[in-house]
């Protein structure tokens, strides 16, 4: 991993002295991303500066690197993976003049012009310049994993890895994209298709789009893209079979998993207890793995199975705790903000800077993370999350629903049509100009968006901001190209709830891992802990964070001020009312607005040490109340207090003939409590009337405080059971 940047001038004429002292600013700000070297280079009308983390070639990998003729130079980011193959089929005589595995882009780029990239695998951003055709071309890998920014006008162009780094020209703008930001369907998770480009969030910042080549001739400001790869289609013609498809599948992930986990510095994983990084430590050998610990990954689960799986494979584990009244601090998230550079920054972006943080400062060899990440995308991990019905149909009925409403924001003037009711009363025919022939091809696209926009987003931030490289081996584009091109009549048997993968995993993995269901990262059973964290966050000091980001004009322009603090005071008293991913955004993009016209320390001036622990774990049986009590919240009950059922919970009783009784919120079913198992529980539950203290109300119920005070607190907590005012 490293930071590159630069400028070039447009239109003729050369780069001045003073190009200098914005040179080293870019690298100054670029330095987390490569603390182990420096460099910066100025010729004529081009000015490049690169910061490098050494993983591969240590004592032999600086940059720029020139070809031997010198008539190009590149800076680059990122892994060639395949570099000692494609190295093999260059030209005899052909003569590596470094150990660096990106050097065998400048030879390809002499050989095949802009078709360089066609047989390149890995995750890369770089800048080439040709010296003699005076062109300078920006391009990135086929997923965006490395990113790479700029600004162009009519005399200049900047480039850099961080839109930051672009900030400290002060020719470039620094202004935040109010409209653009809050128009995209992603940040207010409208559920529809979004195909826009990806959003950088401020005005005049572009991206180098993801597995495209930027051309630039800087005579005359010219420019062209050119795309080296777009996701296959659905391959109807397919005669394989779904074992081998599975078998193919297998191979390739231990293929990438191979390419991701080799390096000349030590690797650890993020385990979160899941198939997806479960498949990837399986595949990986030896590694040190680390688990988030927190009442939401407690109870989901996640903590748990990753120590088991990690126990099963033989791997190191650290749990690190995140204790039960951790919270954020105003000037944390703050940073953390800089650091992304996005209002995307969220609860699972926090978890896993800190988990960066904690690796780095106890583990200081570590310089490269795999990750499990960006396998739900396109192995059919949002199968259930999505589903409208049970099964394959029950997804694609979803997507068409995304499909349709994607349709009607083209045709604003049919939407009401088919928002009367349930049952629709037009086609969706009626939308055949807009809406998509195959659904699942659309949601492909969107995915592939998504990815760029939020997943490798954030994890390139949270692993760069700590000095470590984020690697991720379901992101290998052949692993990718071949569950796409799956057959449609074959992607029920082969992509619900990810069964390519979990096959794949047959005799890899345990069966009960192998099997285990998605959870989210820190929703699911545990969201409740996650929310409190956040809201807490958002409430000290006086509402800090909110009133700071509603202190600027342009701020005050768009949000709603006493709307944002009075759906924080609600979340504050009911931590299920309303969304705190929604608020935390538009409270996020307050606070960039004022970032920028106050810039932040570079983040290499920030300490990265860390408070956090791990905590030893041996048997998790035995340690299972240990860990509850560092990392749950236990509500206060009161044995004296009368209690009666929360405003929104109804009790109903099946026909059923077997005793099976519903706990309704919000006119949805949430629980079941079966009475030959639950009698104790259920009799407490329909006997809560507030006509006795709760002590009593037990005692009725056949049963001791004691025995039932864990379902008494959950219950509280989730306001399922709330105090009678006195």
């Keep these: 991993m490293c930071g590159i940047a630069g400028i070039a001038r447009l239109g003729g004429g050369e780069l001045t002295a003073a190009a200098d002292g914005l040179l080293d600013r870019l690298a100054t700000t670029l330095a987390h991303r490569g603390p182990d070297d420096r ?31 010198g008539s190009v130079v590149l800076i680059a980011n990122g892994e060639v993976y395949n570099h000692r193959e494609l190295e093999a089929g260059l030209p005899a005589g052909t003569r590596m003049r470094t150990k660096s595995d990106c050097e065998v882009l400048l030879h390809l780029y002499q050989r095949d012009g802009l078709s360089f ?82 959003n950088t969030w401020f005005e005049g910042i572009g991206l180098v789009p993801a597995a495209t080549v930027l051309e630039i001739r800087l005579g005359d400001n010219s420019a062209r893209e050119h795309r080296y790869w777009t996701m296959p289609e659905a391959d109807a013609d397919s005669d394989a079979s779904d074992q081998e498809y599975i078998a193919a599948y297998r191979d390739l992930l231990a293929e990438a998993v191979k390419d991701c986990a080799t390096a000349d510095a030590e690797l650890g994983l993020f385990l979160s207890g899941g198939i997806d990084s479960a498949a990837v430590a399986a595949l990986a050998g030896h590694v040190q793995t680390f688990t988030v610990l927190t009442g939401s990954t407690l109870l989901n689960g996640d903590a748990e199975w990753a120590h088991r799986i990690a126990k099963v494979l033989g791997l190191p584990n650290e749990q690190v705790l995140f204790d039960v009244d951790r919270t954020p601090g105003a000037e944390e998230w703050k940073q953390l903000l800089w650091q992304v550079e996005s209002p995307l920054c969220s609860p699972e972006v926090y978890y896993k800077n800190e988990l960066h943080k904690y690796s780095r400062s106890r583990h200081p060899q570590i310089k490269g993370m795999l990750l499990g990440a960006a396998s739900d995308e396109f192995n059919g991990g949002y199968t259930d999350t999505y589903a409208e019905g049970p099964g394959w149909d029950g997804f694609m009925e979803s997507l068409r629903g995304f499909s349709r409403r994607t349709a009607l924001l083209d045709r604003p003037r049919l939407a009401q049509w088919y928002g009367l009711s349930d049952v629709p009363l037009l086609r969706d025919e009626a939308l055949r100009a807009t809406a998509a022939a195959d659904p699942y091809q659309e949601y492909l696209a ?85 929310y409190r964290t956040f809201t807490r966050m958002l409430t000290q000091q006086g509402n800090a964070l909110v009133e700071e980001a509603l202190s600027t004009d342009r701020a005050r322009e768009f949000i709603h ?140 119920a056949g049963g001791s405080l004691g025995e039932l005070r ?17």
Excluded at 119 to 145: E, P, Q, S, Y
Excluded at 447 to 475: C, M
Excluded at 484 to 491: C, G, K, L, M
Aim: net charge negative; proline share 6%; aromatic share 6%.
């Design 39 to 69: 460099r910066v280079l100025r010729e004529a009308n081009v000015g490049l500066a690169f910061a490098r983390l050494s993983l591969v070639a240590p004592t032999d990998g600086g940059q720029p690197l020139v070809s031997e003729d």
């Design 117 to 198: 990239l066609d047989k390149v695998n890995g995750m890369f951003a770089f800048v080439l310049w040709d010296r003699k055709r005076d062109t300078l071309l920006l391009g990135r890998d086929r997923f965006g994993i490395k990113p790479l920014y700029y600004h162009r006008d009519a005399d200049r162009i900047v480039f850099a890895s961080e839109i930051k780094a672009l900030f400290a020209d002060p020719a470039t703008p620094r202004r935040l994209d109010w409209e653009g930001a809050l128009g995209d369907l992603a940040l207010s998770a409208t559920p529809a298709f979004v195909h826009a480009p990806v």
């Design 446 to 530: 969107w995915k592939y968006r998504s990815l760029q926009q939020y997943n490798v987003w954030h994890e390139d931030r949270t692993a760069a901001g700590n000095s470590i490289e984020a690697r991720v081996p379901f992101l290998d584009h052949r692993l990718v190209e071949l569950v796409v091109s799956i057959p449609a009549e074959r992607r029920a048997r082969l992509l619900l709830d990810k069964r390519i993968l979990r096959e794949a995993m047959v005799g890899v993995l345990p069966e009960e891992v192998r099997t285990r269901p998605k959870v989210p990262f820190y929703h699911g059973d545990g969201r409740l802990h996650t």
């Design 561 to 700: 001020a006493d709307g944002i603090r009075e759906n924080l005071r609600r979340l504050r008293e009911d931590r299920e009312h309303g969304s705190l991913e929604l608020l935390l955004r538009v409270v996020n993009l307050g606070l960039l607005e004022r970032m920028t016209e106050q810039l932040p320390p570079e983040p290499s001036a920030v300490p990265t040490t860390t408070t956090l622990r791990s905590v030893p774990v041996e048997d998790w049986d035995e340690s299972a109340a240990e860990l509850g009590e560092l990392t749950l919240h236990r509500p206060e009950i009161a044995p004296d207090a009368a209690y009666t059922l929360g405003p929104q919970v109804l009790l109903a009783a099946a026909d059923d003939g077997q005793g099976t009784w519903y706990v309704i919120v919000d006119g949805a079913v949430e629980y079941v409590v079966e009475e030959t198992a639950d009698e104790t529980w259920l009799a407490l539950l329909r006997g809560l009337d507030g006509s006795c203290s709760l002590r009593e109300a037990v005692a009725k």
């Design 710 to 726: 864990e379902l008494v607190e959950e219950a509280v907590e989730q306001r399922l059971i709330v105090p009678v005012p006195s």
